[in-house]
C-alpha cells in the first residue's frame, strides 16, 4: 500500500473518530424532550403534615339489655374454628342433606355493620362483635339462635373508616366470660351470661401496636380462663387471667414483629404444649405453662409477608403449615427440640400456584389430610378446593376441578362433611374423602356479597354471613 | 287569526313535529344500531395482549378505575409488587411500567389511585395484580375517543377469553358494577 493511501486511511480514521466523539459528547449532554422524572419514595405524601385525632375510648361503656330469653339448647361454637380451633363441629343431630326436597330453612336474618365479625355460640346463644355504622361503636350483640331475638349488647364509641369492611373478629367465650378483640385492638372481658365488664385492654395504646391494614382480623383465645392475644408492639403476646384482667405473662418482642390477622393457635410438639403465632415478621412458638410461661420457643423469619391472614396449621408431630395471600404462597416448617429449646427449619417453600396455599381461610386438617381453597394467584387450580397430604404440600391428591371453584368465603366440617360457603351466599356440601371430589349438594342460600366470615355450627343451627347480614339456617 | 287560517296552521305544526319526531327515533335507532369494539371485563384474564396488537402505536385499550368498589387501600395489589418490601413510591415497588397508575394520600388510611390514560399502555398489569390480591375494581377498557373502531379488531383477533364483544355506541363501556346491595 502506498504511503499516501495509509496517510488518508489514518486521517479519515481519526476525523470520524472525532466526529463519533464529539455526537456522543452532544448526546449525553442533550436534554431529553420528556422531562424525566425519578420515582423515589415519598412522592404520595401530602405536602402538609398530617395531624393526628386523639381519641378518648372508653372500652364497654355502654350496656344495654333488650330481651329477657334463655335457651335451652346445650352445644357449643366458642371461638374461632370452634371450641379445639381445628374447624371441627361433631354433632349427634342428624343433618339433612337432601336439600332439593327440604332446603335449609332461614330461621332469621338480622342486619350488621359492614364487615366480616362471626359468632361465637355458647348454650343457644351466639355472641359477634359487631360494628355500630350510624353510632359509630363497636357492639358486642347477643342473640338466641333459636329465635333471632337479641338479648344484650356492649357497645363503645369509636370511629372507624369503611375499609374493605370494619369488623372481622370472632369473639372466644366460655361457661364465664366473653373476651372480644376490636377492630383497633380493644379488648372486653365481660360475665358471659350478664354482660358485666370485667376488665379492658387497649392494645394499641397500651402495647404501641400497630393495627394491621383493614384493622384487626385475629380472633382471641380463651384457655383455661387465661385470654391469650398477640399484641405486636411492645411484647409478642399477652396472656391476661380472665377473672382479674391481670397480666400473667408478656412474651419479648425484640423483633419488633407486628399484629397480623392471623389468631393464636395451641399446638403440642415434644409433649410441650406452645401458642404458634404468624405475626408480620415471622413465626414463633411461646411456651403455653408453667414457669416459663411465655418464653419464646422457636422463631423463624423466613416465611414474613407483609399481610398474614390464615392461622398456622399442625400438619403432625413435627411440622407447621402456614401460608398468605398476595403472592406470598406457602411454608412447611419443621419444628424440632434442641437441648433448651426448639428448632424452627423451613423444610419447603411454595409459590402460590405450586402448591397448597390460602388468601383469608386458615385450611381443615381431617383424617390425617388436609384441605384448603387455592388463592386467586394460583395458574390453573384458582379458587379450586384440594385436598393434600401432609407428607407433600406440593401435590395435589384431588381437586374440585375447573367447575367447582369457591372464592375467598369460610368452610368448615360437620361430622363427616364438608361445608364451603361462596362469597356469593351458596353454600355447597360435600362428602369428607380423601379418594375423591364428592358433592352432596349446593343450593344458594342468600343473594350475598363478599360472605367472608367464618362459619359457625351448634345444635343444627348453622350462623353465616355476607357483608352487611347475619343469617341462621336449621340444618336439622 | 280566522278558523281556517288557525285550522292550517295547526295542521302545519302537527305534520313538522310528527316529522321531527320519527326522524328524531330513526337517528336515535340508527346510533343505538351502531357497534363499537369493548372489552368484558369478567371475561378478560389480564393476557396483556392488548397492549402490542391494536393498529394505533399506543394502543387504545386502557385501564379504568371503578372507584364505587375500591380504590383506597395501602396495600393495593394493583400498584403494588408482589411482596413489595416497602409500600411507597418507590420504582422497584411499582406494578406499572410507565408510571400510569398514580398513588396520593387522602387521609389514614385511604390513597386515591388515578389513571393517567395518556400513559397507559393497556398492558394489564395493575389489573392482575387487583384481580388476584383485591376485588377487581381496576379493568381494561377499550377508549371509544381513542379507538378507529376497525371492522375487525387486531386485537379481538388475539384474544384467548373472547372478551372482546361489539356493543351499541349508546352503551360503549362495560363497567363493573360493584356493589350490588
Not at chain 1, 46 to 59: F, H, R, T
Not at chain 1, 62 to 75: H, I
Not at chain 2, 124 to 140: D, I, P, R, Y
Amino acid at each position: 500500500m502506498k504511503n499516501s493511501s495509509k496517510k488518508w486511511i489514518k486521517i479519515s480514521s481519526v476525523t470520524t473518530a472525532a466526529v463519533f466523539f464529539i455526537l456522543i459528547l452532544y448526546w449525553q449532554n442533550m436534554k431529553p424532550d420528556v422531562a424525566i422524572i425519578e420515582n423515589i419514595p415519598g412522592m404520595d405524601k401530602p405536602s402538609g403534615e398530617i395531624i393526628q385525632k386523639i381519641e378518648s375510648i372508653k372500652i364497654g361503656e355502654k350496656f344495654e339489655k333488650l330481651t329477657e330469653e334463655t335457651s335451652s339448647l346445650n352445644s357449643a361454637w366458642s371461638a374461632f374454628r370452634g371450641t379445639d380451633r381445628k374447624n371441627i363441629a361433631t354433632s349427634t343431630i342428624s343433618i339433612n342433606e337432601n336439600w332439593d326436597a327440604k332446603p335449609p330453612k332461614l330461621v332469621w336474618k338480622a342486619k350488621m355493620g359492614e364487615g366480616h365479625a362471626a359468632p361465637a355460640i355458647w348454650k343457644g346463644i351466639a355472641y359477634i362483635l359487631d360494628y355500630d355504622e350510624v353510632k359509630k361503636e363497636d357492639v358486642l350483640r347477643s342473640f338466641n339462635i333459636e329465635t333471632g331475638k337479641e338479648l344484650w349488647r356492649r357497645s363503645y364509641k369509636v370511629h372507624l373508616k369503611r375499609n374493605h369492611g370494619m369488623s372481622r373478629t370472632v369473639p372466644a367465650v366460655t361457661e364465664k366470660f366473653i373476651v372480644t378483640l376490636g377492630p383497633r385492638g380493644h379488648v372486653m372481658c365481660m360475665e358471659r351470661t350478664s354482660g358485666n365488664l370485667l376488665w379492658v385492654i387497649d392494645i394499641e395504646k397500651e402495647y404501641e401496636s400497630e393495627i394491621p391494614f383493614w384493622y384487626t382480623g385475629q380472633c382471641p383465645l380463651i384457655d383455661n380462663e387465661t385470654a391469650i392475644i398477640a399484641t405486636g408492639g411492645k411484647n409478642l403476646l399477652i396472656a391476661v387471667d380472665c377473672n382479674t384482667g391481670k397480666i400473667l405473662w408478656q412474651s419479648p418482642n425484640e423483633k419488633k414483629w407486628k399484629m397480623s390477622h392471623s389468631s393464636v393457635m395451641p399446638m403440642i410438639f415434644e409433649d410441650v404444649k406452645m401458642y404458634v403465632y404468624a405475626a408480620v415478621g415471622g413465626l414463633c412458638g411461646i411456651e403455653a405453662e408453667g414457669e416459663n410461661a411465655g418464653k419464646i420457643l422457636f422463631e423463624i423469619t423466613d416465611f414474613s409477608p407483609q399481610v398474614v391472614a390464615p392461622s398456622p396449621v399442625q400438619l403432625d408431630k413435627s411440622r407447621i403449615f402456614i401460608t398468605a395471600g398476595y403472592g406470598a404462597g406457602s411454608a412447611v416448617i419443621t419444628i424440632k427440640k434442641s437441648d433448651t429449646n426448639f428448632l424452627a427449619k423451613t423444610e419447603k417453600k411454595f409459590t402460590p400456584g405450586a402448591g397448597a396455599a390460602s388468601e383469608q381461610q386458615t385450611p381443615v386438617m381431617i383424617n390425617g389430610f388436609m384441605y384448603i381453597i387455592m388463592p386467586k394467584d394460583a395458574g390453573a387450580m384458582k379458587n379450586q378446593f384440594i385436598c393434600f397430604h401432609p407428607s407433600d404440600c406440593g401435590k395435589a391428591v384431588w381437586s374440585s376441578g375447573k367447575k367447582d371453584r369457591y372464592g375467598l368465603g369460610p368452610y368448615m366440617v360437620i361430622n363427616d362433611k364438608f361445608l364451603i360457603l361462596n362469597d356469593d351466599g351458596t353454600l355447597t356440601m360435600l362428602k369428607v374423602s380423601d379418594k375423591n371430589f364428592i358433592k352432596i349438594t349446593e343450593r344458594k342460600l342468600f343473594e350475598g356479597q363478599d360472605a367472608w366470615g367464618p362459619l359457625a355450627f351448634a345444635d343444627g343451627y348453622l350462623l353465616l354471613r355476607d357483608s352487611k347480614n347475619l343469617f341462621c339456617f336449621d340444618l336439622k | 287569526m280566522d278558523r281556517r287560517k288557525f285550522l292550517k296552521t295547526g295542521f302545519q305544526a302537527a305534520a313538522f313535529i310528527s316529522i321531527a319526531s320519527v326522524g328524531g327515533y330513526l337517528a336515535h335507532q340508527t346510533l343505538n344500531d351502531e357497534l363499537v369494539w369493548q372489552i368484558d371485563p369478567y371475561k378478560c384474564t389480564q393476557c396483556g395482549r392488548c397492549a402490542d396488537s391494536c393498529v394505533l402505536s399506543q394502543s387504545a385499550v386502557k385501564c379504568v378505575h371503578v372507584y364505587k368498589m375500591c380504590g383506597y387501600c395501602d396495600l393495593c395489589g394493583g400498584y403494588f409488587v408482589p411482596q413489595a418490601k416497602e409500600l411507597n413510591t418507590g420504582a422497584e415497588n411499582q406494578l406499572c411500567p410507565t408510571k400510569a397508575l398514580k398513588r396520593t394520600f387522602v387521609e389514614k388510611p385511604y390513597y386515591k389511585y388515578e389513571i393517567d390514560e395518556a400513559l397507559c399502555i393497556g398492558c394489564a398489569k395493575c389489573v392482575k395484580g387487583c384481580e388476584a390480591f383485591g376485588n377487581g375494581s381496576l379493568h381494561l377498557q377499550v377508549v371509544q375517543s381513542i379507538c378507529k373502531n376497525c371492522n375487525q379488531c387486531s386485537i379481538a383477533k388475539v384474544c384467548p377469553s373472547d372478551a372482546f364483544v361489539r356493543v351499541p355506541t349508546n352503551k360503549a363501556y362495560l363497567l363493573k358494577s360493584g356493589w350490588k346491595g
